[in-house]
C-alpha cells in the first residue's frame, strides 16, 4: 500500500481521539504531538510539518470544534482537509493548447524515470483519442533512444529520433517540426539528465525550453530518493521554471514524505503519480483522494476509474447473460478473476475500498498474490468438461488437477467449495433481484 508506515500510524494517533466523547486542548496537543513524529519520521519537510500541525491546531482547538457531539471526528476531519490543501487541494491537469501540438518537457536527473513516464504519458494521451509523437532528445545515456524507441513500438506511437550525434536542441526542434507537418497534436520531449543537478545540464534545459517554448515542463522525480526529491523540485524550479510534477516509483515507497511536502516547497502542483513498472501504472494526481487513502477511508472514485478501464464491457455483457441463466463455468471464474488483477495488485485495490483501507486491516487481510496464481493454475489444470461441469471431479480427477497445477488436493477443493458457494450466491441473487449484476458485484473471492 502506497505509504503505509505513514498511514498506519495516523490511523492509529487518530483513532484514539474518534474514541474520545470530549477532548480538551492537552488530547489534542498528544495527538498532533505524534502526528508530528509520523510526519517527519516518513520524511516529510520541516518547515512543511511545522506549517501542518499549526494549521491544524489551530482549527482544532475552536469552540466549535471541542463543544461538537464528536470532537474526535471533527479533528480528523480538519487533518484530512489540511493534508488535501498541502497537496494541492484539487487535481491539477495538463493546460493543451489551443493551437497544436500541445509540447510537453519532461525534466530530471538520470534514473527517476523520464524515458519510461514520457511512455506511460503517451499512452493516456493515445487512449484519450490524441495522436502524440514521443522525441528523443537524451543523447547521453547509453540506450536511452533505443528505450523510447521500444516503448513507441509496443504503443504504435511515432518516435522521431536523429541518432545520438546531433546536438539536442537541434533534435528537439526538428522533433516539433516533424510533428507540426504530421499532424500530431501532442509532442512529449525526452531529455537528457545528469546524476546530479549541474550547469551544463540546465543550460541545455534552458536552450530547449528557449527554443521551443513548451506548453508544459513536467519534473520527473523518484519519490524514493525521499528528502532528495523535495530538494531537486526546488532547485529544478528555481533554475527552470517548472509546470507540474510526475512522482514515480511511488508504489516502493512506504514512507511517502515527497509526495507531501513537493507542493509545498516548489508551489507546483503533482500532476501525475507512477505506482509501477506496468504503462498502466500511472495515474493523475487527486489530493483529496490520496489523504482519504492516507488516513484509511478509501479511494472509490479511483476505484471504479480503475475497473471502468480494466474491465472489457463485452465480457461483462455477456457473463450478465450468463448469470440471468444460472449458467457459470470456471472459464468465467477466471475470466473475472484475471480482469481483477488487471486492476492492479491486490493490495492497492483493497486500499481503495472504504473499510478496507485501514493499514492495520489491510495487513490482517494478507492479500496473497501467490494464491491467486495458484487458483488460475488449477483452473487451466482442469479439462473442457470440468470446467463446465466441475460435480465431475472426483478424487482421482482432484490428484490429476493438484499434480498439473503443482499445488494440493486441499487447494483445489478449497477452490471447488469457493466455486459452490459462487453458484449458490448468484442463483440467490437471480432469485431475489431479476438479474445478474457480474461477478465483480457478487462474488467473494479467495484471497
Known sequence: MIF??????????????????????????NALREVKLALLEADVNYRVVKNLINNIKERAVGQEVMDSLTPGQQVIKIVNEELTKL????????????????????VGLQGSGKTTTAGKLAKRFKNEGKNPLLVAGDIYRPAAIRQLQVLGERLEV?????????????????????????????????????LHIDEDMMDELQEVKENTDPDEILLVVDSMTGQDAVNVSENFNEKLGIDGVVLT???????????????????????????????DDFEPFHPDRMSNRILGMGDVLSLIEKAEKSIDKEKAKKLEERLKNNKFTFDDFLDQLEQLRNMGPMEEIMGMIPGMSGAKQLKNLQV?????????????????????????INGSRRKRIANGSGTSIQEVNSLLKQYRETKKMIKKFNNSKGKGKGLMGNMNLPF
Open 249 to 279: 516509483k511511488l508504489d516502493g515507497d512506504a514512507r511517502g514524505g515527497a509526495a507531501l511536502s513537493v507542493k509545498a516547497v516548489t508551489g507546483k502542483p503533482i500532476k501525475f503519480i507512477g505506482t509501477g513498472e506496468k504503462l
Open 158 to 194: 511515432p518516435v522521431f529520433s536523429m541518432g545520438d550525434k546531433k546536438d539536442p536542441v537541434d533534435i528537439i526542434k526538428a522533433g516539433v517540426s516533424k510533428a507540426e507537418s504530421a499532424g500530431n497534436d501532442i509532442v512529449i520531449l525526452d531529455t537528457a539528465g545528469r
Open 87 to 106: 497537496m494541492g487541494g484539487q487535481q491539477s491537469e495538463i493546460e493543451i493548447s489551443s493551437e497544436p501540438p500541445t509540447l510537453i518537457m519532461l
Open 368 to 392: 496473497d498474490e501467490e494464491r491467486l496464481d495458484h487458483i488460475e493454475a488449477i483452473i487451466n489444470s482442469m479439462t473442457k468438461e470440468e470446467k463446465n461441469d466441475p460435480s465431475v
Open 4 to 29: 503505509s508506515g505513514l498511514a498506519e500510524k495516523l490511523q492509529d494517533t487518530l483513532k484514539k481521539l474518534s474514541g474520545k466523547g470530549k477532548l480538551n486542548e492537552k488530547d489534542v496537543d
